[in-house]
């Protein structure tokens, strides 16, 4: 099997409890026997983030799967270099671990996250900016994450207000995202909608660990980011960088309606730039 490494946890004197992310069966966590004996059969091979090959048997009823061997085939040597796009690659892991169901595969987000994280890792060091992520890999991230929300079936209703059915357009310049129904109204009916259906209710339970206070559900959108964003939510990057105003607005759309959908802000948000 292949797949990810997203978790460890200590487990007795000698093992470690692993999540991974796989691309044939997607999140599982596996026992690995002697992982923290200082001669462990899997060397390195368990740490966060590295692609590798296991081998799993699976144990069925309440029992831990275990990870009885496992090979690197990729441990994104280049974010070691650079920290925001290791953090950026942490908030990647993120969304999979407490934003996925246990045995639910999604393949074709599996080859999305692989684009992504080789992107993070192998941007030349000339367009790389010290103590941020450069624009081109912003937008990389914030293409992941809608792309991500399409594969969960929470990518956003961008085409019409809600409530009157209005298009999107210039002459009209204040739209409102509601992220607790993941649509849109215009201003003029945003106290008019009420959300049939919470998201968040649907969204899967570990999403939700720790509930905490959330912002109001509603945000202002411009109908330039509105168009934009309509376009996203498929696997294929698009290197031509949005420009740094709808940009803005993405991340902070993202960052608002992640937090909804999660019951509390990613740990990661912070470090992402605005
Ligand atoms: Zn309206």
Same mark, same amino acid.
């Given at each position: 099997m292949e797949g990810w490494v997203l978790k460890g946890l200590d487990y007795s004197e000698t093992s470690r409890i692993v999540t991974l992310w796989t691309k044939e069966k997607g999140k599982i966590r596996a026992l690995a026997k002697g992982?923290?004996?200082?001669?462990? %059969?899997f060397e390195n091979s368990l740490d966060l983030l590295n692609l590798c090959r296991f081998q799993i048997i699976h144990k069925g009823g309440n029992a831990l799967d275990l990870v009885t061997e496992s090979r690197v085939r990729?441990?994104?040597?280049?974010?070691?270099?650079h920290l925001p796009n290791l953090y950026a690659a942490y908030h990647v892991a993120e969304l999979l671990s407490e934003g996925t169901e246990d045995l639910d595969p999604h393949p074709e987000l599996f080859e999305g996250v692989h684009d992504t994280l080789n992107w993070l890792s192998t941007e030349s060091p000339e367009t790389r900016a010290p103590s941020r992520m450069s624009p081109k890999t912003s937008w990389v991230l914030i293409q992941f994450e809608f792309f991500y929300l399409s594969q969960m079936g929470y =990518? %956003?209703? =961008?085409?019409?207000?809600?409530?009157?059915g209005q298009i999107p357009s210039p002459e009209n310049p204040a739209w409102i995202f509601h992220a607790d129904s993941g649509v849109l109204t215009c201003d003029g009916c945003r106290d008019k909608f009420s959300a049939q259906s919470t998201q968040s209710a649907k969204f899967p339970q570990t999403f939700k660990s720790r509930p905490g206070p959330l912002p109001p559900s509603s945000m202002a959108i411009s109908p330039d980011a509105l168009d934009v964003a309509g376009r996203l939510g498929n696997r294929k990057i698009c290197t031509e960088v949005a420009v740094e105003k709808i940009r803005r607005e993405l991340r902070a759309l993202l960052n608002h309606y992640l937090t909804w959908l999660r019951g509390r802000r990613p740990k990661l948000l912070g470090f992402l730039g605005s």
């Amino acid at each position: 099997m292949e797949g990810w490494v997203l978790k460890g946890l200590d487990y007795s004197e000698t093992s470690r409890i692993v999540t991974l992310w796989t691309k044939e069966k997607g999140k599982i966590r596996a026992l690995a026997k002697g992982a923290r004996r200082l001669k462990s %059969p899997f060397e390195n091979s368990l740490d966060l983030l590295n692609l590798c090959r296991f081998q799993i048997i699976h144990k069925g009823g309440n029992a831990l799967d275990l990870v009885t061997e496992s090979r690197v085939r990729e441990s994104y040597g280049g974010l070691r270099h650079h920290l925001p796009n290791l953090y950026a690659a942490y908030h990647v892991a993120e969304l999979l671990s407490e934003g996925t169901e246990d045995l639910d595969p999604h393949p074709e987000l599996f080859e999305g996250v692989h684009d992504t994280l080789n992107w993070l890792s192998t941007e030349s060091p000339e367009t790389r900016a010290p103590s941020r992520m450069s624009p081109k890999t912003s937008w990389v991230l914030i293409q992941f994450e809608f792309f991500y929300l399409s594969q969960m079936g929470y =990518f %956003p209703d =961008f085409n019409h207000c809600q409530n009157c059915g209005q298009i999107p357009s210039p002459e009209n310049p204040a739209w409102i995202f509601h992220a607790d129904s993941g649509v849109l109204t215009c201003d003029g009916c945003r106290d008019k909608f009420s959300a049939q259906s919470t998201q968040s209710a649907k969204f899967p339970q570990t999403f939700k660990s720790r509930p905490g206070p959330l912002p109001p559900s509603s945000m202002a959108i411009s109908p330039d980011a509105l168009d934009v964003a309509g376009r996203l939510g498929n696997r294929k990057i698009c290197t031509e960088v949005a420009v740094e105003k709808i940009r803005r607005e993405l991340r902070a759309l993202l960052n608002h309606y992640l937090t909804w959908l999660r019951g509390r802000r990613p740990k990661l948000l912070g470090f992402l730039g605005s």
